[in-house]
């Protein structure tokens, strides 16, 4: 399989597995692990699959990193556009097969929240949509910051892997109550699209305040990681 196809296939499989994996945890666990297990869940998930896949893609396996790594220089336009299709279809495939799952369980509801983000009546504390905004932009600058400055390359390798997760853990910790926690818009959409109409109809500020947040990390990266670092020497695809 040539290379670029490899990356492809990596980042739907891995946005798949984390909204599978870590949004079932929400959907089938919530009630047992609470927002502090569910947390742990994204962060444990996003751990693994950035030691599985990436050596292979660089496991961005949200749209918010790959623009972020688009806007550091470290790929091309096209590579980015393949990314966030395969980003995008991976989530909905996800929480495809986990509605099919849940479906199992007798009594367990899946149409209103099933995992999805929201701000007002959908939001546990009631945050306000600018509240949420604010939340999911800056939440999502943490992530992507982080992300670009412990990886110095488009691909990942040593114990990168490490401050990523625990980086995606945290920033889910403050989420979960104000939004349920998106920044990451493949995230948001698999499981709005199952949802209910009313998941899709807030799924904007969850594809834009993500955008946002990881666009400036990008930007403020430039200052903090001047050209001449070795995340400056990144490899082009």
């Known amino acids: ?4 196809t490899r990356k492809i296939v990596a980042e739907f499989l891995g946005t798949l597995l984390l909204v599978f994996v870590a949004v079932g945890a929400a959907v089938l666990a919530g009630e047992y692990i609470g927002a502090f297990g569910i947390a742990l869940c994204f962060g444990f998930t996003m751990l693994a699959l ?7 893609s660089g496991c961005h396996i949200n749209p918010a990193v790959t623009l ?4 550091a220089g470290r790929m091309k336009v096209r590579t980015a556009v393949e990314y966030w299709v395969a980003q995008l279809v991976g989530g909905i ?18 149409d209103g929240a099933f995992g999805s983000n929201g701000y007002g009546d959908r939001s546990t504390l009631h945050i306000t949509t600018g ?18 400055a412990v990886t110095d390359r488009l691909t990942i390798t040593g114990a990168t892997g490490l401050p990523i997760g625990l980086a995606l853990a945290g920033v ?20 709005a699209v199952f949802a209910g109409t009313s998941a899709l109809a807030q799924f904007w500020l969850f594809l834009v305040a993500p955008l946002v947040g990881g666009a400036v990390a990008a930007y403020a990266h430039r200052f ?3 050209v001449g670092l070795p995340a400056a020497q990144a490899d082009r695809v």
Do not use: C, D, W
């Open 1 to 4: 399989m040539e290379t670029e």
């Open 224 to 226: 903090t990681h001047p």
């Open 50 to 56: 950035v030691y599985s896949l990436g050596p292979i």
């Open 68 to 71: 972020g790594m688009l806007m």
């Open 172 to 191: 889910y910790l403050i989420a979960i109550p104000l939004t349920g926690a998106s920044v990451n818009p493949a995230r948001s959409l698999g499981p």
């Open 93 to 110: 495939v996800g929480a495809a097969i986990l509605y099919l799952l849940a479906h199992q369980v007798p009594g367990l509801k899946t």
């Open 131 to 148: 509240g949420a905004f604010l939340a999911e932009f800056v939440l999502t600058f943490v992530f992507v910051f982080v992300f670009l």
